[in-house]
C-alpha cells in the first residue's frame, strides 16, 4: 500500500524533477510511511516517485519504483491473484523470487493493456515505458482498478506536461501553482449530493483516472488517450434472468476472502455485527488457523451503539475481539479528517468515525477486512425493496400537487424539513430514494455563495438531475439502482472516505465483496427474488450464512454507520467554534449571514450537521488547495 506522484513531459526540467521529489517526501508520509523512493528516466523527461506502506513484505522486497529494460514501474494497492499470475507466465520471469510489482511491469512489457483484465486487487498504476508493440512510442500509463477503491488524479492541461498523485494536495506544487481555479460544478454537486460527480475534482483541469480504465500520454505529442477496459454497466445492460446458485457463489466468497488474507503482520476483520461483516468474518474463521481478531466501534449513545450486535457475531464466530469506543467529537478530530482527504473532499459525516477507528486499530495490525459494497451488490438499502411498488404511484400528477402546495404556501424553502422528500418526486416516483441524498437545495446555493458565477450556475444546474439522467440509462429499474450506487455515491464518497480516512493512518482496507468475478456474477445474472424475496432483504447472503451461523440474529434490523455527530456539534462549543471561524475565514467566498443563521439554527435543535460538514469540507479543500 503506498502513495503514487510523478511528472513527464518533452520540456520538464530539474525544478520540475524536484520538486515531484520534494512533494512525495511531503505529502505522501501517511499513506506511506515505511520508505520513498523516486527513478528519472533516461532522457530526464519523466519522474516517478513512490512512498511505500509495507503489507505483504518485509520493507525492501517491495522497493519501488521498479525499474527493468527501458520501462519504469509503480503502483499502490494489492494484487491478490500475482502469484497465480507469475506461475501462469514463469517463462517471462527470470527470478524465483518476485513480487507484484515485477508481475505488473513484465505483464505490460509482453501482453500490453490487455493485462489489467488478468489483476485481481484493488490498484492505481503509473508506468513509463520507452515504448511497446502496442503503443511504440515513449509514454507514461496510468490505471485504476475496476471499482477506484485506490485514488488516482492527473492533469494534462499544463504545456507539453502530464502530472499525476495520489493526493490532489500535490498539484499546487506540481504545477506551480498553476492550477489555482475553483471547479464550480464540483463544488455544487458535493453541496448538494455530499459528492462530487464523474471523475471530477474540486480543481479545475485536474480528474481522476476513471475507475477500469487507463489513459496513455504520449511524451513526445504531448497528447492523451483515455481507454476502459472493464464496465460494469456492461454487465448490468447483459443480465439474464437466471439464478444464482448458492454453493458457487460460497466458493467465489471464500476464494475472494482467502485471496485476501494474506499480510506479514495478519489481517484482522472489521466486524459490526451485520450481515456483511459477519458474513466475511465467518469465512475467514474457516481459513484462518487460529482465532481471527476483529473490531468493532462502539458509541456510548445507545442509539448508535451495536456493540452488543457485534459481540454476539465474535461469540457466534469464536473471534477475538476488540470494542473501540468513540469518545465524541472534539476540534482536532475534525481538523484531522478534513486535512485526511487531502483535496478530494466529501460530505459523509461518518469520516469522522472511520477515522477513529482506524487510529485506534493502527496500534494493532494494518491490514483488515471490510465489508464495503455489500449493501450496493447484494441489494441492502431499501429503496431496492420498495422500487417496485413505489413505481406504481407515478400515475399521480406529482408536479402539480407540488406546484399547488407552493402557490398555497405550505412550504417553506428553507433547510430541508421532512417536505422535501416530496419535492424530489417532480421527476417521478422512482427517483425517491435520490431524495435522501440532498444535502443543500439549490436555491440555498445561490443565497450561500458571495461569487456571482457559482450562484449562476448553482441556479441553472441541479447535480441531482445528473442522477436522475444517470438511472435513466439503464435497461431495468434494478439495474439503475444498483448501477447509479455503485458509480456515484459508492464511487465518490463511501470508497474514498474508506481509502482517505484508513490511509491517513497508515492502515490498508481489504474488500472481499468488491472482487470482480463476484460483481459481475451479480450484475449479469440473478433473479430479483434473490435479492428481495417475501420482504426478506439479502437472501442470497442470508442462505449461506444460515449454514455457516444458524444462531445469528437474521432479524436484526439494518442501522447503518451513524454517529452522533448532531448532538456532538450541537453541545460541544469547541466543535462549533471550530466551524464557525472556518465559515469566518472564508467570508470572501461564502455569505456570512448565511453560514450563521445554518449554525444558530443547529444551536435551536434543527440537524443541520450534514450541511455544516460538507461546507466545512469544502472550505477546508479550498484553502489548502489553494483555490480561488
Known sequence: MCGLIGTAGKNINQLDIDNCILAGKELLKERGPDAFGYKVSEKRNSVLCQSLLSITNDVGLDKQPFFRKKIISSFNGEIYNYRDLYLKNIELFENTSINEIEVISKLYQNKGLDFLNDLNGMFAIAIYSEGTNEFPFEHILLARDRFGVKPLFYSDSLNNKLIYSSSCYSFEKLSGNKLNSLDISSASSLLTLGHMIGSNTLIEGAKQVDSGSAIIYNIEKSSLKKIRYWSKKDFAKIHENKKIKEDELY??????????????????????????????SAIYDKIFEGKIRTYSLGFK?????????????????????????????????????????????????????????????????????????????????????????????????ISLIIKIIKKLKLYRFQYMPKLDRLFSLSSGFNYFHLSKQRVFWQNDLEKLFINDDIKKHSLKNDPMEFLIREQDSQNSDFSKMRIIDLDNKFYNMLLPKTDMMSMANSVEVREPLLDFRLVTMMLSKGLHSQIYHQNESRPLQKTILRKILPRYNFNKVKQGFSSPVDSDIRNKKDCLNFFEELFFRNDHIINKNFSQELIKRQMQGENNSSRIFSLAALLYSIEKLKLR
Request: one cysteine or more; aromatic letters at 12%.
Open 251 to 280: 466458493e467465489l466468497l471464500l476464494d475472494s476472502i482467502s485471496m485476501r488474507s494474506s499480510a506479514h503482520q495478519g489481517v484482522g476483520c472489521l466486524l459490526s455485527g451485520g450481515i456483511d461483516s459477519t458474513l466475511i
Open 301 to 397: 449513545d445507545n442509539r448508535f451503539d451495536e456493540t452488543k450486535d457485534a459481540l454476539y457475531s465474535s461469540k457466534l464466530i469464536g473471534t477475538d475481539h476488540q470494542v473501540i469506543v468513540y469518545p465524541g467529537l472534539y476540534p482536532q478530530l475534525i481538523e484531522n479528517v478534513l486535512h485526511s482527504m487531502h483535496g478530494f473532499p466529501i460530505g459523509d459525516t461518518s469520516s469522522l468515525c472511520s477515522y477513529f477507528l482506524y487510529k485506534e486499530i493502527s496500534k494493532y495490525e494494518r491490514s483488515f477486512m471490510g465489508g464495503d459494497g455489500g449493501d450496493e451488490i447484494f441489494g441492502g438499502y431499501s429503496h431496492y425493496k420498495f422500487s417496485s411498488k413505489i413505481k406504481k404511484l407515478d400515475f399521480i400528477p
